[in-house]
């Protein structure tokens, strides 16, 4: 089950949070990050809502745990989807994440995707275009055109069924279903440079909006700095 992590909130954070709950989502982008806001005769910045995919089995910390605070960030609220085992993110898996997303009290966020968990986040993002205001996604293999060896048989037991739910041929669907909006944040780690910079590529001749960081120094792991870079570039362009 989704749940918040991260400090106690603010009496700040929860009116603001109750506030946007209200609200019709008219545009997706009023949740973002650090937007100054009108509330009870005061400006002030609205909270940022972070939702985290998985990439491994939770018992796994090879590459590190979805992190509880992002530095720098310090009023990130962080919801954490939950699986009990590793997955791959067919239309099974993502139906799973997409019923715990709509069950947060949230009513817009930054959707993370790490490696495995970077694919999910590309078609979540489709799928919630009236919630997920940016997506980053970070060293995935978002271009491989071939199955990848990594527990991946159960989720996709067919080349074709790979092939249908790889990023960098649903470019064209990408733009269509999201907003414009919408951040698309790409950054390419130590383990997968050349397919994220395939992908942005494939953005960029279809004249598909992103931001794409080449980061092949960053190992593939949740605390590298890529969190922070990323929302970065959300924080920055206003």
Known sequence: MAEKTGRVEGITTRLLRRYYQLQPVTDNTCLLIGKSVHVRGKYIKSPMNLVFLPATDPTDKTYGSIPLRIEGHPDAAIYPIRFPHLVWYNPTVRNEAIRQIKALPIASFVLVGFSKSGLGAWHIACSCPDRVAAT???????????????????????????????????????????????????????????????????????????????????????????????????????
């Open 136 to 238: 980053v996604i970070f060293d995935a293999p978002v271009a491989r055109e071939t199955i990848p060896p990594w527990e991946t048989a159960d989720f996709y037991p067919t080349p074709v069924s790979w092939l249908a739910d790889l990023p960098v041929r649903q470019v064209a669907d990408f733009k269509a279903a999201l907003p414009p909006t919408h951040r698309l944040i790409l950054i390419s780690g130590a383990n997968f440079p050349d397919e994220m910079a395939a992908l942005s590529h494939a953005l960029m001749a279809a004249n598909a909006k992103h931001t794409f960081l080449p980061r092949p120094h960053l190992k593939h792991h949740w605390n590298s700095g890529w969190i922070e870079d990323g929302l970065g570039v959300l924080t920055s362009h206003r």
